[in-house]
């Protein structure tokens, strides 16, 4: 079945340093990949996808390129904000399938 | 335009209490789903709907029960709650039900305590 693996967190950083959150995944079709993002107190909100591979998706300053050969989607920001502190979850929906499977998620604390 | 709007945003139940967990959405989205998040774990999906009357089964459908009589409305129900049960129950939506690409909109929890 599919399945997602996220590195365990927390993970913390200084601000303006550069964050790499690792993502792996396994799926038995062409799936789609995600990268959602959780605030204290909030819903999940989507940050990025890709939707094939070799495409990067980006958005407020995160990439995550879609790595068919490794099967991966890792996370990167070069300079990450205190605001950026928050739980963030790797998924894919794979072909077929009516919903989203997700990683366990990685909590990033960034201190000023 | 609210999204995905549930409620109860809080709530403590007595083991064997039930009651229903509700969600709308007022963007005319086709899918509606139901996770339930816990520690370490991620999210895990419940029950899903692809439309008004349509409902199945996702990976934890054990000790909750669905309905889908408007496309807007999704409630969960829990009919005889226990301890296992306690987590943070998310709802969300999506336009097209099949399509790889479509985004899901999350709603923001429902916090269940079972004692």
């Known amino acids: 079945g599919d399945s997602v693996t996220q590195m365990e967190g927390p993970v913390t950083l200084s601000e303006e340093a550069f964050l790499t959150i690792n993502c792996t995944y396994t799926?038995?079709?062409?799936?789609?990949l995600f990268w959602y993002v959780q605030y204290p107190g909030e819903g999940l909100q989507l940050l990025l996808k890709a939707t094939k591979a070799d495409d990067k998706g980006s958005n407020k300053g995160f990439e995550a390129t879609y790595r068919k050969e490794t099967t991966s989607f890792h996370l990167e920001k070069g300079s990450v904000q205190v605001s950026d502190s928050a739980v963030y979850f790797c998924?894919?929906?794979?072909?077929?399938?009516?919903?989203?499977?997700f990683g366990s998620g990685t909590r990033l604390q960034v201190q000023p | 335009n609210a999204g995905v709007t549930q409620t109860p945003k809080f709530q403590v139940l007595k083991t064997g209490q039930s009651m229903t967990l509700q969600c709308a959405q007022d963007m005319n989205h086709e899918y509606m789903s139901w996770y339930r998040q816990d520690p370490g774990m991620g999210l895990r999906l419940i029950h899903y709907s692809v439309g008004a009357g349509i409902t199945d089964q996702g990976e934890v459908p054990n000790g909750y029960n669905v309905s889908r009589s408007t496309t807007e409305d999704f409630p969960l129900r829990l009919l005889s709650a226990a301890p296992s049960q306690t987590s943070v129950y998310f709802c969300?939506?999506?336009?097209?039900?099949?399509?790889?690409?479509?985004?899901?909109?999350f709603g923001p929890g429902t916090r269940l305590t079972v004692l």
């Open positions: 998924a894919l929906r794979d072909t077929g399938r009516r919903a989203l499977t």
């Open positions: 799926a038995t079709g062409y799936p789609s």
């Open positions: 969300a939506s999506s336009g097209t039900a099949m399509s790889l690409r479509s985004e899901q909109f």
